[in-house]
């Protein structure tokens, strides 16, 4: 089993960066792939960027150049690095993780608005 908590979101101006950060409460080095969610007032989850233990990063179209998913196995930790925010990124961003089924996180809230 395995808790994730998320911290880093806060309210930005357009154009602006956040850093996102997911704290696992254990060991991250065997769980295969972690990934963050997000999900808009009224919308569905979308999945956002996904980090494999081994293999290619994937990451959403509509973030693909601006947003940076890493992890680091030492510090149990994720993160989203997000540039060039713009409002239509709002949402409300999940921690996911796959070991053994899947886990979430409670999220963190992002708001883009001047």
């Known amino acids: 089993q395995v808790q994730l908590v998320e911290s880093g979101g806060d309210l930005v101006q357009p154009g602006g960066s956040l850093r996102l950060s997911c704290a696992a409460s254990?060991?991250?080095?065997?769980?295969?792939?972690m990934a963050w969610f997000r999900q808009a007032p009224e919308k569905e989850r979308e999945l956002v960027a996904a980090?494999?233990?081994?293999?290619?990063?994937n990451y959403a179209d509509s973030v693909k150049g601006r947003f940076t998913i890493s992890r680091d196995n030492a510090k149990n930790t994720v993160y989203l690095q997000m540039n060039s925010l713009q409002p239509e990124d709002t949402a409300v961003y999940y921690c996911?993780?796959?070991?053994?089924?899947?886990?979430w996180g409670k999220g963190t809230l992002v708001t883009v608005s001047s």
């Open positions: 996911y993780a796959f070991a053994g089924q899947n886990y």
């Open positions: 254990r060991s991250i080095f065997s769980i295969n792939t």
């Open positions: 980090i494999p233990s081994n293999g290619r990063i």
